[in-house]
């Protein structure tokens, strides 16, 4: 009877001692993410008083309502665009095998590599009125330079964000492509498959799981960039969420209604990350059956 | 059904040749099996039949249409893979459906043909299940109705049995043959494994090195092989050298002597005295007798030798047996089994010795 109690007690001790290994591991991630998130959130619903209130909602009603509906308009664009560019360049290089498909396998991925703020400064170079796209438009005659493209506006910051975020939603839905096996493929064009319907019928729906998961990741990035849009359109209207945060907090010192449209902000991506997390969880019960 | 027919087929990848000016012929309905060890080039042939590869020399035809360069989704040929390739996110009735759907068939007339596959293969009623609830056996009867549904001239098989428990691979082989000869579609089957190249072909293609060594009827490959590989590949053989030294053209019969001094008499029209020749007897073809017999059959070898070991197989004990410096193989029943050391006595018919010239 002793030995079995001293065995339980072992074996409680086993069973905590698990507990306290993950302990720095989890209070860093509650000092570091839990706690300003949940501060933020809490912050962004206390008034000039300290006493709980909606003020900070109504100011952004009042006065960044078009901007939060812009920055969702953008992610949403940008993402999606993003991803058709991402899924027709992967599909091309898992079916493709000459030397111009291992070039563009070779190069594609340096986007991933250079930080937003090299980006927008590409950008502003690249799209200015009198930037090398007009310019290059304006010498084959499909622009006047006296009257260049505006694209220094949602076109140009879209187009940004794609290139972007396109070569990093590739690198994971290719993955996605290649665990999908050639005999999959070859079934499908032995009854009839041309490559289109190879892609749209076959490799797409296979790969759904690397695809969620780009779009996921390249959504929450764009939400919650900054740089990109700041030095693209500034103060325009209307401008992004993170470019009035940064209004609110440097000209303001508004640290209420920043937090407001940073809650707006998490919002936004809470879909996302509970269909992520639904998703995750479901597959990994399903492999577990499967197992 | 049309015939396939393959000219001068050649493929590389690099410097080395998987396939090498091979020339064959498949006639309508017969199904021929490409049979040969791993790397000799039998599923490249394959998938350059299917049009997964281009060649790199010769000709494909299908009928008497030239189908070398056309993609795979233009030729009209059902493929079944070792790892069947359903696709996994579509249920069984959408798997077989997607070949039809991408022809435009009507809704109503895929329906029926659907139904007509799966019944074929015996799984009606399985329509709504995803392939991950199948066992092994169902999703390859789903992989060969899916082949089968969009009617093609011809059906590739790539070693579509190998995945699959041994007492199940042996229904399947009868499955497929039953089902290839009620259909009378011409096909090709991959596979490594001689026993199942020679339950479910017509005929069979032995290929070796990228190139092509023998075809003939089971039996034939069986019974005459044309080198030593192909006798080495299918059954149990065991080879000996010599010359031939003498010959009885009107009986036609030769007598192969080896370099110890041991003759033996075998059947042969057309080997003359003084070539050097392979003597191939499989170990089915073999008599032994623990003693001497005190008669010896008549116009037979006759011939003394000592057992080395012996290994019981259920049915049958596969002896090794050392006559003179040669090493046969015998088969021989489990009533009293012969113990390593004891002198043995084995008989051969002269019709049963196959000789391979050198």
């Known amino acids: 009877m002793a030995e079995v109690t001293a065995k339980a007690r072992r074996g409680r001790g086993g069973g905590f001692l698990p507990f306290l290994l993950l302990l720095p591991a989890v209070g860093l991630m509650l000092a570091l993410y839990a706690y300003p998130f949940v501060s933020s959130i809490y912050r962004s619903f206390l008034g000039s008083k300290g006493a709980l209130s909606v003020a900070n909602y109504a100011k952004v009603r009042e006065l960044y309502w078009r901007d939060v509906f812009f920055s969702l308009e953008i992610s949403v664009l940008s993402t999606a665009l993003a991803a058709l560019v991402?899924?027709?360049?992967?599909?091309?290089?898992?079916?493709?095998?000459?030397?111009?498909?291992?070039?563009?396998?070779?190069?594609?991925r340096f986007p991933i590599f250079i930080p937003f703020v090299v980006v927008a400064q590409m950008m502003r170079t690249f799209l200015a009125p009198h930037g090398l796209l007009n310019i290059f438009l304006a010498q084959i005659g499909l622009v006047n330079i006296d009257a260049p493209l505006e694209l220094l506006n949602w076109k140009g910051l879209t187009f940004g964000f794609v290139w972007k975020q396109a070569p990093f939603m590739a690198l994971i839905v290719l993955?996605?492509?290649?665990?999908?096996?050639?005999?999959?493929?070859?079934?499908?064009?032995?009854?009839?498959?041309?490559?289109?319907?190879?892609?749209?019928?076959?490799?797409?729906?296979m790969s759904r799981a690397s695809i969620s998961v780009a779009?996921?990741?390249?959504?929450?990035?764009?939400?919650?960039?900054?740089?990109?849009?700041?030095?693209?359109?500034?103060?325009?209207?209307?401008?992004?969420?993170?470019?009035?945060?940064?209004?609110?907090?440097?000209?303001?010192?508004?640290?209420?209604?920043?937090?407001?449209?940073?809650?707006?902000?998490?919002?936004?991506?809470?879909?996302?990350?509970?269909?992520?997390?639904?998703?995750?969880?479901?597959?990994?019960?399903?492999?577990?059956?499967?197992? | 059904m049309p015939g396939l027919r393959l000219e001068n087929l050649s493929k590389r990848f690099?410097?080395?040749?998987?396939?090498?000016?091979?020339?064959?012929?498949?006639?309508?309905?017969?199904?021929?099996?490409l049979l040969g060890p791993s790397g000799c080039g039998k599923t490249t042939t394959l998938r350059c039949i299917a049009g997964l590869l281009t060649p790199d020399e010769g000709e494909i035809y299908l009928g008497d249409e030239r189908v070398t360069d056309l993609p795979p989704e233009r030729r009209g040929v059902g493929l079944v893979f070792q790892n069947y390739a359903l696709w996994p996110h579509m249920t069984v009735y959408d798997n077989l459906a997607f070949g039809l759907q991408l022809r435009r068939v009507a809704r109503a007339e895929i329906q029926r043909r659907v139904s007509e596959a799966l019944a074929m293969v015996r799984l009606s009623g399985f329509e709504e299940r995803y392939p991950r609830q199948l066992?092994?056996?169902?999703?390859?009867?789903?992989?060969?109705?899916?082949?089968?549904?969009?009617?093609?001239?011809?059906?590739?098989?790539?070693?579509?049995?190998?995945?699959?428990?041994?007492?199940?691979?042996?229904?399947?082989?009868?499955?497929?043959?039953?089902?290839?000869?009620?259909?009378?579609?011409?096909?090709?089957?991959?596979?490594?494994?001689?026993?199942?190249?020679?339950?479910?072909?017509?005929?069979?293609?032995?290929?070796?090195?990228?190139?092509?060594?023998?075809?003939?009827?089971?039996?034939?490959?069986?019974?005459?092989?044309?080198?030593?590989?192909?006798?080495?590949?299918?059954?149990?053989?065991?080879?000996?050298?010599?010359?031939?030294?003498?010959?009885?053209a009107a009986k036609g019969y030769v007598v192969v002597r080896t370099r110890d001094g041991l003759e033996l008499c075998a059947r042969s029209d057309v080997l003359q005295t003084g070539q050097e020749v392979t003597v191939a007897i499989r170990p089915e073809h073999i008599e032994l007798y623990p003693e001497e017999p005190a008669v010896r059959p008549a116009e037979t070898n006759f011939l003394?030798?000592?057992?080395?070991?012996?290994?019981?197989?259920?049915?049958?004990?596969?002896?090794?047996?050392?006559?003179?410096?040669?090493?046969?193989?015998?088969?021989?029943?489990?009533?009293?089994?012969?113990?390593?050391?004891?002198?043995?006595?084995?008989?051969?018919?002269?019709?049963r010795i196959t000789l391979i010239a050198v």
Do not use: C
Request: aromatic share 10%; hydrophobic share 45%.
């Open chain 2, 304 to 351: 003394s030798g000592r057992v080395l070991r012996g290994a019981y197989l259920g049915d049958v004990v596969d002896y090794r047996i050392q006559v003179g410096e040669w090493i046969l193989r015998a088969h021989a029943g489990t009533g009293a089994i012969l113990k390593p050391d004891q002198e043995v006595f084995l008989t051969i018919a002269p019709d």
């Open chain 1, 86 to 108: 991402s899924i027709a360049l992967a599909a091309y290089l898992r079916l493709s095998t000459g030397w111009f498909a291992r070039f563009i396998g070779a190069i594609y």
């Open chain 2, 135 to 248: 066992s092994g056996g169902q999703q390859q009867r789903v992989a060969l109705a899916r082949a089968l549904v969009i009617e093609p001239k011809l059906l590739l098989l790539d070693e579509p049995l190998s995945n699959l428990d041994a007492q199940l691979r042996e229904e399947m082989r009868f499955e497929i043959r039953e089902l290839q000869k009620n259909l009378g579609i011409t096909s090709v089957y991959v596979t490594h494994d001689q026993a199942e190249a020679l339950v479910l072909s017509d005929r069979i293609a032995i290929l070796h090195e990228g190139r092509l060594v023998q075809v003939g009827s089971p039996a034939e490959i069986y019974n005459r092989p044309g080198n030593r590989f192909v006798a080495g590949f299918i059954g149990l053989t065991s080879f000996v050298e010599g010359t031939i030294v003498r010959q009885d």
């Open chain 1, 175 to 205: 993955s996605g492509f290649e665990m999908v096996d050639d005999t999959f493929i070859e079934a499908a064009r032995s009854v009839g498959a041309r490559l289109p319907q190879v892609i749209v019928r076959i490799l797409i729906p």
């Open chain 1, 215 to 291: 779009l996921i990741l390249a959504f929450t990035s764009t939400v919650g960039t900054f740089t990109l849009p700041y030095m693209l359109i500034g103060g325009q209207v209307p401008t992004t969420v993170t470019v009035d945060i940064a209004h609110r907090v440097t000209y303001f010192g508004d640290y209420g209604v920043a937090n407001a449209l940073g809650t707006l902000s998490y919002l936004m991506v809470l879909a996302l990350a509970i269909y992520y997390l639904r998703y995750t969880v479901r597959k990994g019960i399903y492999e577990y059956q499967e197992g």
């Open chain 2, 14 to 33: 690099g410097k080395t040749v998987a396939v090498d000016s091979l020339d064959l012929e498949i006639r309508d309905g017969e199904i021929m099996t």
